[in-house]
């Protein structure tokens, strides 16, 4: 691995092959190249037979990863034409399903701040370690965008309405929560981890995650499930504000007020998203149907000030458009669906709707 970018680290020593996310001043926000130099160093790793583990850390204090480079997303979707964009997904999603399918343990520490495309490099390992700093989110209906990396997948699987309830409100968890929700697999405390992260290097991975797991504080998602549970299995987001509003349980008023402060399109396309992405089944078909949704999403306005407003301008007060969800139509909401012909991600077979 060779070359002048040091936005991922590489190294290897001893059994295990280390990735450092290295733009800790962008908390570690993914770039195009950064997904291509992770991609590469897999390939090299995987025929390596000095190799048995991969690591994946980030650098600085704060986190991970805190997503995708949405700074030059909005640039792209404001003055371009979403082609660089397009181009940056289909590799970021190419590279969530191959870490979850990649044949040699890939261990995910998620100290810290891990969201949006953090989630997609991480919560698809198959060791992944969570700590008292991780908060794990995927945020996206907050800047008019739809949960992606696989994630609707992810959250499509925790127990009962719980992934619902995330994905609409962006709400981010703490290590016992993301444990419960199948995010993640171990705790450890973070004094732990440069430990950690040494043995790696001299011993197997079972062994050495046994030798530092912990049992996590506790949670706060398990007392919640009742109400959640009773609310979002509403057929509408406008069901599921009407039941949360209803309920009588503060956290369930909060949860609505929460909702009707996101982009009205993005919180009805999430829900779609979600549910189909239960019925879609591998990886693959709902990576495929995220890139639809992704694309279509470079289009609409909401985007654009979502990203302008929370990152950008930071004045954190949005103009959705439309403003409400009752002027978001059924055909709105599918258009973000529509097939792109040639343009398919193709991860899986070509007609993901079967």
């Known amino acids: ?5 040091d936005s991922v680290l590489v190294r290897v020593e001893g059994r295990a092959a280390y990735l450092t996310l290295n733009r800790p001043t962008a908390l570690n926000a993914l770039t195009h190249q950064m997904v291509r130099r992770i991609d590469g160093a897999l390939t090299a ?4 037979p000095s190799v048995e583990t991969v690591v994946l850390t980030g650098a600085g204090e704060r986190g991970l990863c805190a997503g995708g480079d949405i700074r030059a997303i909005h640039n792209d979707a404001r003055d371009g034409d979403g082609s660089a964009s397009a181009a940056f997904w289909r590799d970021e999603y190419r590279l969530n399903a191959r870490i979850a399918r990649y044949p040699k343990p890939y261990v995910a520490v998620m100290d810290g701040i891990v969201m ?5 490099v991480s919560a698809h390992g198959s060791f992944r370690i ?5 908060r794990v989110a995927m945020p996206e209906t907050g800047i008019g965008f739809v949960p992606d990396v696989g994630g609707t997948r992810l959250l499509g699987l925790a127990p009962g309405e719980l992934g619902t309830h995330l994905a609409l409100t962006g709400a981010s968890l703490g290590a016992s929560d993301a444990l419960y929700c199948d995010l993640a697999d171990h705790y450890v405390p973070s004094q732990s981890l440069p430990e950690l992260l040494t043995a790696l290097a001299h011993a197997p ?5 046994d030798r530092y797991a912990r049992e996590a504080p506790p949670g706060e998602l398990a007392a919640a499930q009742a109400w959640i549970d009773a609310c979002y299995t509403a057929d509408t987001v406008e ?6 509003l209803d ?4 956290a369930a008023k909060q949860a609505a007020e929460t909702l009707l402060a996101k982009s009205p399109t993005a919180l009805k396309v999430t829900l779609v998203a979600l549910r189909r992405a239960r019925r879609l089944g591998p990886l693959e078909k709902v990576l495929d149907q995220e890139y639809r949704v992704s694309c279509a999403a470079l289009a609409t306005p909401d985007l654009v000030e979502g990203i302008r407003a929370q990152v950008i301008d930071k004045d954190r007060t949005p103009h959705w458009s439309p403003p409400t969800l009752a002027e ?8 973000f669906f529509a097939p792109l012909g040639e343009r398919e991600l193709g991860l899986a077979v070509p007609d993901i709707t079967q």
């Open 45 to 48: 790793w995987e025929h390596d």
């Open 247 to 250: 309920h009588g349980d503060s």
């Open 130 to 134: 969570v700590t008292e700093r991780s």
């Open 328 to 335: 978001v139509s059924d055909a709105d909401v599918e258009r």
């Open 205 to 209: 991975v079972r062994e050495v995650i």
């Open 1 to 5: 691995m060779t070359g002048t970018d």
């Open 239 to 244: 069901g599921i504000v009407e039941r949360l």
């Open 116 to 120: 949006g495309g953090g989630v997609g």
